[in-house]
């Protein structure tokens, strides 16, 4: 097991492929599981042609910490001192769900450290969106009630309602436990109540890739637009899916990313 203790946390990381090239680090979304359930089937894949470091934040099981409540800048801090641990230069950022302000935010306060980002599902800010409010408000509500209602809202919203019927019924009774409202996941959705990063956008020189979920019903797509519409150097793309895009469209996610950090 990788650490790097960063503040009150011991931050576990793990490295994937070999060679040259520059390192892809990946940046996961709200839950326990952190990296594991996020980037387990993609991170191979990304190293086969590149190095590639996935990150467990605080609030991850993999992670110890003090259990304070979490910001994105504190978080910004785990995944900067990782960078600065598995690379002399600038990586390729990318975060996912949560992990996209957290990305986002490393890029505007550590420009040094991004050479291209990619955002993926993400969102600039909470309040002021009702439907995003109420919706992380529910998870806190049910986390702390009915574990499989927990699940079964956050596999509602997490995927297509064509991919969940596609895939049927076993296989979504499979899903709903994935998730499941730990502390640590608890702590992830508190702090996606308050994100807010809108001052930092302007700041990210780094060249941007968005990219949003069509069907997205955890974080609607009208988000993935504004974080375009903000970040002046980038690019946008919009793929056939749920929040969670990879796991639904993985060959086509993959395709875009890659075309994207391969551009020079």
């Given at each position: 097991m990788t650490t790097i203790t960063v503040a009150d946390a011991r931050v576990h990381y793990e490295e994937f492929g070999s060679g040259e090239g520059v390192p892809l680090v990946l940046v996961h979304?709200?839950?326990?599981a952190g990296a594991g359930l996020?980037?387990?089937?993609?991170?191979?894949?990304?190293?086969?042609?590149?190095?590639?470091?996935?990150?467990?934040?605080?609030?991850?099981?993999r992670t110890e910490d003090e259990g304070g409540p979490l910001t994105v800048e504190g978080l910004a801090d785990q995944v900067s001192a990782v960078v600065g641990a598995v690379s002399r230069g600038p990586v390729d950022l990318l975060g996912f769900s949560m992990g996209a302000p957290v990305a986002a935010a490393v890029a505007a306060l550590r420009p040094e450290q991004v050479r291209r980002l990619v955002l993926v599902s993400g969102w600039a800010h909470t309040d002021g969106d009702e439907?995003?409010?109420?919706?992380?408000?529910?998870?806190?509500?049910?986390?702390?009630?009915d574990a499989d209602a927990f699940g079964?809202?956050?596999?509602?919203?997490?995927?297509?309602?064509?991919?969940?019927?596609?895939?049927?019924?076993?296989?979504?009774?499979?899903?709903i436990p994935n998730m499941p409202p730990t502390p640590g996941t608890l702590r992830h959705v508190e702090l996606d109540t308050r994100v807010d990063i809108r001052k930092l956008l302007p700041r990210i020189s780094a060249r941007t890739l968005v990219v949003g979920a069509?069907?997205?019903?955890?974080?609607?797509?009208?988000?993935?637009?504004?974080?375009?519409?903000?970040?002046?150097?980038s690019d946008y793309a919009e793929l056939d899916a749920g929040h969670v895009v990879f796991f639904e469209q993985p060959d086509a996610f993959l395709g875009a990313v890659t075309r994207f950090l391969d551009a020079g």
């Open positions: 979304g709200t839950g326990s996020t980037w387990g089937d993609l991170a191979p894949r990304f190293a086969e042609r590149r190095p590639v470091v996935t990150v467990d934040l605080s609030g991850s099981d439907y995003l409010r109420n919706l992380f408000t529910l998870w806190l509500r049910l986390g702390s009630l079964r809202s956050v596999t509602m919203t997490g995927f297509s309602q064509s991919f969940l019927n596609t895939i049927g019924r076993d296989q979504v009774e499979q899903l069509r069907h997205d019903a955890t974080v609607p797509v009208a988000h993935s637009k504004a974080l375009h519409a903000a970040i002046a150097a």
